[in-house]
């Protein structure tokens, strides 16, 4: 090794060489995206089940359940309260399934939102499809359900990719 007219520079090099090592990128941690979806496809499955102890646990104390449907008069607003909307489940005795897929997730430290095509089916019959916004905020119990906006659309949906209802695939 030449040493460049100065002694101990040919040392000098070699150890300095493994610090110039090219720094490779590394991808941001999809951790709280997957959370988040976790978190929305709880809930749905949930909501199928009528466990309403698993949604009270999902739903922040002040969640707002938002809907908008076509009404005889145009757009209907629909607005529900956590409380309004854990009380309308219980006690009915209907079969209800809900899946979402191809979910859009959008994180910034403790605020979250999960926007997801979804389908309904009631008692075993096609009901309606829409898209499902979730907003979570993270907090002392983990990320939990702040809003759910949703619309009802009844025709013109396109066939769901997870195929008939019987499997669930995100």
């Given at each position: ?113 999960v926007w997801t095509p979804y389908d309904f089916h009631l008692n075993g019959e096609f009901s309606h499809c829409g898209i499902d916004v979730f907003t979570m905020l993270k907090g002392g119990k983990g990320w939990q359900v702040a809003s759910i906006t949703y619309n009802v ?18």
């Amino acid at each position: 090794m030449r040493s460049f007219g100065f002694p101990g520079v040919g040392l000098v090099i070699l150890l300095i060489s493994p610090l110039s090592t090219p720094i490779v990128a590394q991808e941001p941690d999809p951790g709280p995206e997957r959370e988040v979806v976790a978190v929305a496809q709880t809930f749905l499955s949930a909501l199928s089940a009528a466990d309403t102890a698993t949604l009270a646990d999902l739903l922040a104390p002040e969640a707002m359940i938002y809907s908008v449907r076509e009404g005889s008069d145009g757009p209907a607003l629909g607005v529900v309260t956590r409380a309004a909307f854990l009380e309308s489940l219980g006690g009915e005795d209907q079969n209800l399934l809900e899946r979402m897929w191809s979910p859009t997730v959008q994180v910034q430290d403790l605020v979250a939102m999960v926007w997801t095509p979804y389908d309904f089916h009631l008692n075993g019959e096609f009901s309606h499809c829409g898209i499902d916004v979730f907003t979570m905020l993270k907090g002392g119990k983990g990320w939990q359900v702040a809003s759910i906006t949703y619309n009802v659309v009844r025709e013109g949906c396109p066939p769901s990719p997870l195929g008939p209802p019987g499997r669930s695939v995100i």
